[in-house]
Nanobody
Framework: QVQMVESGGGLVQAGGSLRLSCAAS????????MGWFRQAPGKEREFVTTISRDGRSTDYADSVKGRFTISRDNAKKTVYLQMNSLKPEDTAVYYCGSYWSGTLYGISRNPTAYDYWGQGTQVTVSS
């Protein structure tokens, strides 16, 4: 069982940066692959990035590649999303998700693969 809480969202001008955090509870955080998804008004939830149990495998949506970086600290039971060069199109509620992975390297772009979700944090990028 995993409970997660996102933080770090806010209002920023285009070109600026934000760092999101997702703090998790549970005894076996290191057994879970993690991901970040986002949802804008009127749109479906979309994949942003994912990271494997050991942090050595990652994947990014084309729209954020080169601008966003996902990382995790298993000792702190926290996953991070560093967002640079933000664009108005990045405006959304950002959610962290997790799923138990039987492999060290497993990652997924599919939101249906994720078992647990945080409440979300709002990111607003002004033009």
């Amino acid at each position: 069982q995993v409970q997660m809480v996102e933080s770090g969202g806010g209002l920023v001008q285009a070109g600026g940066s934000l760092r999101l955090s997702c703090a998790a509870s549970g005894r076996t955080f290191s057994m879970y692959a993690m991901g970040w998804f986002r949802q804008a008004p009127g749109k479906e939830r979309e994949f942003v990035t994912t990271i494997s149990r050991d942090g050595r495998s990652t994947d990014y949506a084309d729209s954020v590649k080169g601008r966003f970086t996902i990382s995790r600290d298993n000792a702190k039971k926290t996953v991070y999303l560093q967002m640079n060069s933000l664009k108005p199109e990045d405006t959304a509620v950002y959610y962290c998700g997790s799923y138990w992975s039987g492999t060290l390297y497993g990652i997924s772009r599919n939101p249906t693969a994720y078992d647990y979700w945080g409440q979300g944090t709002q990111v607003t990028v002004s033009s």
